[in-house]
C-alpha cells in the first residue's frame, strides 16, 4: 500500500481534495473531501465540507457529513456537525456529535417496507384499485363523544365569564419622593 497523502498542521485548502489512498489531514481544508482510501483527521486538523472514504478517524473538527465504506470513527476530541454514515460508527467518550447516525445495515423506514412488501406480492393476488371517479366521497364522521361533550362545554364556560366580571388589579404607579417635582413637556414650535 503507498504511503499517506498529508496535509500538514499549518496549510489551508481551499477547494474539494479527491484522490485514489489515504489522506492525513492536520491542517484545514475548506471544501468536500472524497478519497478511494481512508482519512485520518489529526486534534489540529479542521474540515469543513463533506467527508467520504473507506475508514474515516476524526480526532479534530468537522462541519459537514462524514460517510465511511468501512467505518467511522470519533476519537474524544472529535467535534463533528453533521450526519454520520457507514456500516460501522464508533463514537468514543467526551466526543462531540451534532447531526443523525445511520449505519447502512439500519431497517428502513415503515413506509419504505411497505412499499417494499407491495412489490414483493404477486401482482395476481392483488385487487386493482377502482378508478377514482367510482370511489364514493367518505362521508364526514363524528363521534358521539364530542356532541355529548360540548353541552360539558358550555356548563364549564358559564363560570368563567363570571370569573370575567372581577376587576383588573390596581395599575402599578411609581412612588415619587416629597420633594419631586414633575416636568412639562415643552412644545415645539414650526417655523
Not at 476530541?77 to 466526543?95: E, K
Amino acid at each position: 500500500m503507498a504511503a499517506a497523502s498529508t496535509i500538514g498542521q499549518g496549510t489551508v485548502v481551499r477547494g474539494n481534495v479527491r484522490g485514489e489512498g489515504s489522506l492525513v489531514i492536520d491542517g484545514r481544508v475548506e471544501g468536500d473531501v472524497n478519497v478511494d482510501g481512508d482519512v485520518t483527521l489529526g486534534e489540529h486538523g479542521a474540515v469543513k465540507g463533506n467527508v467520504s472514504g473507506a475508514r474515516i478517524s476524526v480526532a479534530g473538527a468537522v462541519a459537514g457529513n462524514l460517510h465511511g465504506t468501512d467505518a467511522v470513527l470519533l476519537e474524544s476530541s472529535a467535534r463533528v456537525v453533521g450526519d454520520l454514515g457507514g456500516p460501522s460508527i464508533g463514537i468514543a467518550d467526551g466526543a462531540l456529535v451534532r447531526g443523525n447516525v445511520r449505519t447502512d445495515g439500519e431497517p428502513a423506514a415503515p413506509a419504505a417496507r411497505a412499499r417494499s412488501a407491495r412489490s414483493e406480492t404477486p401482482a395476481q393476488h392483488e385487487e386493482p384499485a377502482p378508478p377514482r371517479a367510482a370511489r364514493p366521497a367518505p362521508a364526514p364522521r363524528r363521534s358521539p363523544k364530542k356532541k355529548a361533550a360540548a353541552p360539558a362545554r358550555a356548563a364549564k364556560a358559564a363560570p368563567r365569564k363570571k370569573a370575567a366580571k372581577r376587576r383588573p388589579p390596581p395599575p402599578v404607579v411609581p412612588a415619587l419622593s416629597k420633594r419631586t417635582r414633575g416636568r412639562k413637556k415643552k412644545k415645539k414650535t414650526r417655523r
